[in-house]
């Protein structure tokens, strides 16, 4: 079936650190690849999106380039921020006959000052 | 610009008893979907709706779960004889179809259910 793995956390750095969040999938045809973001007691929501194969998301200096050799849609950020502290989420959409998004584990970054 | 809004917020119940929980959408969005997320997990996918029409149910709906979007607009979750394991967070989510499956889908702020 569908799925979604993501990297366990959580992710502790420093601010102003590098950050790779990985994610690979699983599925069939050509889906739609998200990295939702979820703060403490808070809804999702959206960081950025890809809907092709080499496509590149970004947003607020956050990117995530759609790998179909690789089934990857790893998360980077150059320099991280105390306020980026949250839950990532990565997902997938638009496999056969269904509009569901199909979500991984979530992967908790800590950025300490 | 209203985004997809959700009530109670929270709501903490006695085993056995009955809790509805409802959704209003981002206006104008026809599809409309029903999540749980459990502390530590992702969300899980429980229904989605096109328009007033339930177009898919995930297995983790029980018969003791039901999802209704009469008119279109505004959805309801209702749980009947909840039990300890229903205790999560119950997102909401809509969407605008068509608009391909690179759209967005907007999620609400969630109600979090606690079963005591």
């Known amino acids: 079936g569908n799925s979604v793995t993501q990297m366990e956390g959580p992710v502790t750095l420093s601010e102003e650190a590098f950050l790779t969040i990985n994610c690979t999938y699983t599925a069939t045809g050509y889906p739609s690849l998200f990295w939702y973001v979820q703060y403490p007691g808070e809804g999702l929501q959206l960081l950025l999106k890809?809907?092709?194969?080499?496509d590149k998301g970004s947003n607020k200096g956050f990117e995530a380039t759609y790998r179909k050799e690789t089934t990857s849609f790893h998360l980077e950020k150059g320099s991280v921020q105390v306020s980026d502290s949250a839950v990532y989420f990565c997902?997938?959409?638009?496999?056969?006959?269904?509009?569901?998004?199909?979500f991984g584990t979530g992967t908790r970054l800590q950025v300490f000052p | 610009d209203t985004g997809v809004s959700q009530d109670p917020r929270h709501k903490i119940t006695k085993r056995g008893q009955n809790v509805t929980f409802r959704c209003d959408p981002i206006s104008e969005h026809n599809r409309l979907y029903w999540y749980r997320q459990t502390l530590g997990q992702g969300p899980e996918f429980l229904t989605y709706f096109q328009n007033e029409a339930q177009l898919e149910k995930s297995r983790l709906l029980s018969d003791r779960f039901s999802a209704e979007r009469p008119k279109g607009s505004f959805s309801t979750l209702e749980i009947q004889r909840t039990e300890q394991g229903d205790s999560a967070m119950y997102l909401c989510?809509?969407?605008?179809?068509?608009?391909?499956?690179?759209?967005?889908?907007?999620f609400g702020e969630g109600s979090w259910l606690t079963v005591v």
């Open positions: 890809a809907t092709k194969a080499d």
């Open positions: 997902a997938l959409r638009g496999t056969y006959n269904t509009d569901k998004l199909i």
């Open positions: 989510a809509s969407s605008l179809n068509p608009g391909g499956f690179g759209n967005t889908i907007y």
